[in-house]
């Protein structure tokens, strides 16, 4: 058992250290819910550890895209653009994190939130405390609830390939191309002006 938990544990860290096309976390949880038969115990240890590993993962994600992405694929001025964003959001901390915890209680796709945060260079703590305290009350949530979900939700999308269904692959698409969009914003005018403005090359 303690070996399956630890296979669980690396897995939910491994999806979503990926950005995109991996199968969402809250789902495996209902998945391992409905199957194992786990007391509320044992769920309520499966969703903490989740939640530490899901952050753990996102923590890592972000940090590849300001040490690689950030650093050496962007140019000065892309950087010079998405600072003055940077800023603006320094000045505004408490929504920053607010909109992270509420973010995380959803079961929309972080991987690409992430990967823009880590464009901005901001400090991860800002980020990550209020997502590891939303992602344990959503796991909580799909793992107590999955003895009676988990045969319409998990089983049938595994079964049906939900995971790679046409619909999902279009999420992770438009998501990844707002990541596209986020750093083509010119950030100056959407705070001097309150309109968005794309930078012409």
């Given at each position: 058992?303690?070996?399956?938990?630890?296979?669980?544990?690396?897995?939910?860290?491994?999806?979503?250290?990926?950005?995109?096309?991996?199968?969402?976390?809250?789902?495996?949880?209902?998945?391992?819910?409905?199957?194992f038969h786990l007391s509320n115990y044992h769920l309520a240890i499966l969703a903490i550890l989740a939640a530490v590993a899901a952050t753990s993962g996102r923590i890592v994600l972000a940090l590849f895209s300001k040490k690689v992405i950030r650093n050496k694929i962007l140019g000065e001025n892309t950087r010079q653009n998405i600072d003055v964003l940077k800023q603006n959001l320094e000045k505004?901390?408490?929504?920053?994190?607010?909109f992270f915890a509420l973010y995380a209680l959803s079961p929309l796709p972080s991987g690409q939130l992430f990967?823009?945060?880590?464009?901005?260079?901001?400090?991860?703590?800002?980020?990550?405390?209020?997502?590891?305290?939303?992602?344990?009350?959503?796991?909580?949530?799909?793992?107590?609830?999955?003895?009676?979900?988990?045969?319409?939700?998990?089983?049938?999308?595994?079964?049906?390939?939900?995971?790679?269904?046409?619909?999902?692959?279009?999420?992770?698409?438009?998501?990844?191309?707002?990541?596209?969009?986020?750093?083509?914003?010119?950030?100056?005018?959407?705070f001097s002006e309150h309109k968005i403005v794309f930078i012409k090359k």
């Amino acid at each position: 058992m303690v070996l399956v938990l630890i296979g669980i544990i690396v897995s939910i860290f491994i999806i979503n250290v990926v950005p995109a096309f991996m199968p969402p976390t809250w789902m495996l949880l209902s998945f391992i819910g409905y199957n194992f038969h786990l007391s509320n115990y044992h769920l309520a240890i499966l969703a903490i550890l989740a939640a530490v590993a899901a952050t753990s993962g996102r923590i890592v994600l972000a940090l590849f895209s300001k040490k690689v992405i950030r650093n050496k694929i962007l140019g000065e001025n892309t950087r010079q653009n998405i600072d003055v964003l940077k800023q603006n959001l320094e000045k505004g901390k408490f929504f920053a994190s607010s909109f992270f915890a509420l973010y995380a209680l959803s079961p929309l796709p972080s991987g690409q939130l992430f990967l823009a945060y880590g464009l901005t260079d901001l400090k991860l703590i800002i980020a990550v405390i209020p997502f590891f305290i939303g992602r344990i009350i959503s796991y909580l949530f799909w793992a107590y609830t999955a003895s009676e979900v988990s045969e319409r939700i998990a089983m049938t999308s595994l079964k049906s390939g939900a995971f790679f269904s046409i619909y999902f692959i279009l999420v992770q698409i438009v998501f990844l191309y707002l990541v596209y969009l986020f750093t083509k914003i010119d950030w100056r005018v959407f705070f001097s002006e309150h309109k968005i403005v794309f930078i012409k090359k």
